[in-house]
């Protein structure tokens, strides 16, 4: 299988890393890992990814700590899988840039399209490449720090799910179910519902801020 890009992996929760790891280079990455924040900057540094998936709560540097030095000193992007969806955490995250944003628990077949979405994103704005420019308005925020870099349904439907799950102590298939109920009552496509429940957590949490 033809190597579809270097992708560092990190979460201190081995069986978590080792699932997601073996997922990704499955479906033909090549896969870097590290249980820690402090080595998760090292492996970046020595290996440059194309992409980074941080868990967040971690001890020592977190992820978002990582992401930040993913983003001043290396210029890698950088996705988050993590248990937890409040508003703060939520807030953070867009601050950040990241391109995504995954609620656990998930398993394998959720993170690799979301991967590959990135990725193409990713390679899309490499020189030469043709890439479309328009970002919607929701992607702003996630995407500030690498424009270009899209949020899609892959994206945004993963994190209000994520959101409705925190909010009503749901699981994931019957927060997707309420998310789906209010698109059809309200008569919007389910990627717009999305959007408009993400930004009302935004605003939220702007105003709590």
Known sequence: ??????????????????????????????????????????????????????????????????????RE???????????????????????????????????????????????????ARLPGAMADTKEPATAAGLASVMPGLRLGAQDVIPMAVGVLMHRYSLQRGQALERLQRLALDEGRPLLEQAERLVDAIELLARGQG
């Open 1 to 70: 299988m033809a190597d579809k890009g270097k992708i560092l992996v990190v979460d201190d929760d081995r069986l978590v890393l080792a699932t997601v790891v073996h997922g990704l280079s499955q479906a033909g990455y090549q896969v870097i890992d590290a249980d820690n924040g402090d080595d998760a900057i090292l492996m970046a540094r020595q290996h440059k990814p194309d992409l980074a998936l941080l868990d967040i709560r971690m001890e020592g540097k977190t992820g978002f700590d990582v992401a930040a030095y993913l």
């Open 73 to 123: 000193y290396l210029h890698v992007p950088f996705m988050f899988l993590s248990a937890f969806a409040d508003d703060d955490t939520t807030r953070k995250v867009r601050e950040l840039g990241a391109v995504a944003y995954l609620v656990k628990p998930l398993d394998i077949t959720q993170i690799v399209p979301t991967v590959a979405a990135a990725m193409a994103n990713i390679q």
